[in-house]
């Protein structure tokens, strides 16, 4: 095909205003879903993902769209995905592409995420159509979505195409635009192979494939390519393109984005961003690639079954195989026996990968508290990296200590500015920029530490706003910070799972919270509990859980043996969640209540 007739888009959008259901009516409309395959939505093909309505894993498709000036084109769609947490992801999916709908609900306008995806779109210099999505609710408010995109954004909007991918109105127009609008692809079809592998993840059925976009020249079966960074070489056994079904074709030209199968082996042998070339061919320089994506929040996973740890072992390196952005290795607790240490890229992506682990592999884990990296200069002046805070130096090592910063975006309707303002300052946030971008809805921008987002961050600020503030954040940098470790301690043993690296102001409130809070949940054993919180061997605060008396069937005794069975039932349930510390047994949800003190 005439790469004129190429187009290749992204559809970046802040969460939830609509870029799978447009997704949809897009394939629907060039007849890329029939009724019979059709599930609630394609692009969403993870359990999880379609509970909670976010997009993970980048996928692609290719339409065919029949212009109004006759001709057949052929689009094709990249997913992204609209969270934090993923925008590498985001990233890769435009460095592939020429431009980018801007989806805009047009009864929210531009959020938080709006932003952050944006920049990453002008970075990649592409073409923007803004498209205002849920036409048909009666507060869609066109005309001022339309001066906040051309305010905020700086592009012009006027003729921003007015759609409802969900009732299907407009989506005729939104393909024209893409046509008429959006560049084609460039490159050279006589020139030595350069395809840029934009994505890779292993299938059950078809082991791992590549998806790449080809910049230069041409690919086709059989012949041997070579991943120019990795420096290996592969024979292509089938490459096709996804139309949404996995379709094999006889070769991929310039400007075409498709797979490639070639009996690789590992998802974590093809690194992101690097240039696929010709052996026999090859081009003399690789294509720039993309910034490799490094884990910012560390935690541990530990088996309640202590029995489940090859289980657990197992289940990671598969699910390591589909999603090589997270790193693991072997860790170990004196409490909590055999685990993992897990490198993550935020917190939502913590919450998949343990999610994955529970459902898909039917574990039942226990979670550490969440930690970013410090950086710590010991007395005889060497740097160290601090990935667990179990492992922090004693106070008279250290000399001086730094924490990752970020920068964080936020959009907040006028009501709640105030609660939200009274966050941030508790959250050691240093104001950059306030600015009302409507008469009811305001801009700020907050310089803060990322550990102060790492634990509750998001909860907190959906509850304060009704779920009506949206954030965003990049990573700013390293400064120094007084912090220390903060230690929980059952009749004198220190449980290394609940340690925490916080503020030296902080301290002493942060203990007493959580000595209060484990107070409340630590069922009651035979022989009274000692709480205590520690900071460099001092005790901050102090809860005693008292003796437990009488059996717990006790009052069942005589009764209804139904009841009595339940009641056994129940707490054999809870067995499951629970784990034995010396003789203290801490059920799970004990942990979960403790690291959502922020
Ligand atoms: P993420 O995958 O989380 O990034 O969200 P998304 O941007 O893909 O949003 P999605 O397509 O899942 O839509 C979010 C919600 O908005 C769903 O409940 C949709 O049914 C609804 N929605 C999408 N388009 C329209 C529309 O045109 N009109 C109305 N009324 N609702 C819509």
Partial sequence: INKNFIRNFAIIAHIDHGKSTLADALMRICGALEQRHE???????????????????AQTVRLKFKAQDGNVYQL?????????????????????????LLVVDASQGVEAQTLANVYKAIENNHTLIPVLNKMDLPSA??????????????????????????????IEAVLQAIVDRLPCPQGDETACLKALL?????????????????????????????MMAANAVYTVEQIGVFTPYPNPVEHLACGEVGYIIANVKAVGDCHIGDTITEENRPAEEALPGF???????????????????????????????????????????????????????????????????????DLDLIITAPSVIYKIQLQNGTWIDLHNPSDMPSPNEIKSMMEPWIKATLFVPDAYVGSILTLLVERRGIRESLEYVTPTRALMVYRMPLNEVA????????????????????????????LVLLSIALNGDPIHALSFVVPKVRAYDKGRAICEKLKEILPRQLFPIAIQATVGGKILARETVSALRKNVTAKCYGGDITRKRKLLEKQKEGKKRMRQFGNIEIPQKAFIEVLKIG
């Fill in 76 to 100: 094709n769609l990249m997913d992204t995905p609209g969270h934090v947490d993923f925008s590498y992801e985001v990233s890769r999916s435009l460095a592939a592409c020429e431009g980018s």
């Fill in 141 to 170: 408010d066109p005309e001022n979505i339309k001066i906040q995109i051309q305010h905020l954004i700086g592009i012009p909007a006027e003729d921003a195409i007015e759609v409802s991918a969900k009732k299907g109105i407009g």
């Fill in 198 to 226: 934009v994505d890779s993840w292993y299938d059950a059925y078809l082991g791992v494939i590549l998806l790449v976009r080809i910049i230069d020249g041409i690919i086709t079966p059989k012949k041997k390519i070579r």
């Fill in 291 to 361: 910034k490799s994506c490094t884990p910012v929040v560390f935690c541990s996973l530990f088996p309640v079954e202590a029995g489940d740890f090859d289980k657990l072992k197992e289940s990671l390196a598969k699910l390591h195989l589909n999603d090589a952005s997270f790193s693991y290795e072997m860790d170990s607790s004196n409490a909590l026996g055999f685990g993992f240490r897990l490198g993550l890229l935020g917190l939502l992506h913590l919450e998949v990968v343990q999610e994955r682990l529970e459902r898909e592999f």
């Fill in 455 to 482: 634990f509750d961050f998001y909860d907190t600020l959906k509850s304060l706003s009704r779920g009506h503030a949206s954030f965003d954040y990049e990573m700013n940098g390293y400064e120094e910070g007084e």
């Fill in 39 to 57: 599930k609630e939505q394609f692009l969403d093909n993870m359990d999880i993902e379609r509970e909670r309505g976010i997009t993970i894993k």
